[in-house]
């Protein structure tokens, strides 16, 4: 689909860090990433991604194509402005990069989000003659899709999305008003489907499509609205993989790795009696009703010995990308919901409130009681899907950071809706709502006159206003002058005592930068 802008985000799942990490997390041997290695994104939308990778992880060669040119346009854009000369951008179809047609290298990482199961079977066989060309011994695949059986129940609700819209001509925001009155009408005269059908997915995927939110329109144009468009599933993939001569290794999703959490001791059983890898991945899927996979794939997986298994995660740290306060341990799966031990996670996230820690240092807390670095590993997993801590390689640390540091300064300046920063140390992203993006942007700012929070929070408040954002607080909008100066203070206050320390650690910030002087807002005139 090329007629209309797909939406600005950022998938942590598709960072070389995440995606090694699993392959570890798996047992099997990884790229290493304290060297030069390359790494292509199939179908790269807004190029948020790839550039937030390239910023992040300078010691590598990243090249992104898509075929809607305004995406193109955008994504240059954004790597000309952080001076990205590591980043190249294609304009360029599956078919002709399947065929050679462009100059590239051999790759060690190819990845594809929200691609897939997007695109008829024949740019999909295309993609896999992408990767079984440019693919290296032992590089990574990184394929996510909609998967089958959890999208069962709701094929009806896409054909009929896709049908309507084919009958009226017009833009695809035109299209999707029409099939939002062609629902509300259903809904309400009690149509059996909708009234009878108990599916949460199918309600959920419902008042997605009802939100009449400008990004969820673009959002669900892609989603829905693609003739290609058709669930798979992973026995399927897996299979078409083994022409390109890629195994499955995992998943990114990275609980998966530890079934003991969302399978009952006879559903593993089970599987244990089937011995073809892609039944027993498929099966699997039946038991978690799953409508939505992050399969990795190796070109040549090998094996690791626990030995070796330990060495690799004894290179890695944990690192928080939530404020302490703000971690939950109630976290919640598509199988089930998981309770945390208060004490022994507690203990962690304290350490890493002081700053990121490797998993040895981790290990070596008192309150964990000399657990194994795989239950340490395990632990992060958890805080890393729910997306309240991120991965690192310990040689992050020895990167360049200012390519990173250069694309979050023209991610504030260009004001696109990028609501991700760069950071170094993860060698990924972690989200910058708009305040965030306007504080950074002041701190960093070598023409900024602004030497307290409270001169940061006007500048702020003027840049917010002119953007015409409204200022929500405990879901009422604030409308005097005295009411959003106050709030905008309180939150400049917070974000420089609380984010930018954060922002330090994770080599975003130099250590050396001015610190403004922070003031009381209660105490202000």
Known sequence: MSDIDYVTEFFPEQSPSLLSFACILNGYEPPALDRPYTYFELGS???????????????????????????????????????????????????????????????????????????????????????????????????????????????????????????????????????????????????????????????????????????????IAHEYMNHGWE?????????????????????????????????TSRQRGFLDDIHDDGLRETVKDYMKNTCFRKDIYVRGARRMSPERQAQWLGRTGLALTVLREKVTLKMKFPVRQYQADEVVYGAVLD??????????????????????????????????????????????????????????????????????FAAPLLGSGVAAPLFQRLVHASLTDPKSTATTSMDIADQVLRQVEEQHQPLILHERELVTPEDKQREVRETVKAILTRRRPFWQQLMMLRDDAAEPAVHDPAAAP
């Open 351 to 420: 350490a890493l409130a002081a700053g990121p820690r490797t998993l040895p240092e981790l290990g070596a807390l008192p309150a964990l009681g000399g657990k194994s670095l795989a239950d340490i590993a395990r632990m992060a997993a958890l805080l890393i899907e729910t997306g309240q801590a991120a991965i690192f390689f310990q040689t992050s640390a020895d990167q360049d950071p200012e390519p990173a540091r250069r694309l979050n300064n023209a991610i504030a300046e260009l004001d696109a809706g990028y609501c991700v």
């Open 45 to 219: 939308g807004q190029g948020v991604t790839a550039n937030v990778l390239a910023a992040a992880n300078p010691q590598a060669r990243f090249y992104a194509a898509d075929f809607n040119p305004a995406h193109i346009a955008a994504s240059r854009q954004l790597a000309a402005a952080a001076g990205l000369d590591n980043m190249t951008f294609l304009e360029s179809s599956f078919a002709d990069l399947a065929d050679g047609l462009v100059d590239l290298p051999a790759f060690d990482f190819i990845t594809l989000h929200g691609v897939y199961s997007w695109v008829n079977a024949e740019n999909r066989r295309h993609i896999l003659r992408f990767i079984g060309r440019y693919l290296k011994p032992g590089g990574v695949a990184y394929v996510s899709y909609n998967a089958m059986p959890g999208w069962t129940t709701t094929l009806p609700f896409q054909r009929l999305v896709l049908e309507h819209a084919s009958l009226y001509p017009g833009s695809k925001h035109q299209q999707i008003e029409k099939m939002r009155g062609l629902m509300r009408a259903l809904i309400d005269s009690k149509a059996a489907y909708f009234a009878t059908n108990t599916s949460v997915n199918l309600h959920n995927y419902i008042d997605e499509a009802m939100d009449g939110d400008p990004g969820r329109s673009r959002y």
């Open 231 to 263: 669930p798979l599933y992973h026995v399927d993939v897996a299979r078409a993989a083994e022409d390109a001569k890629l195994d499955y290794v995992g998943s990114a999703g990275l609980p998966w790795a530890f079934p003991e959490l969302y399978l």
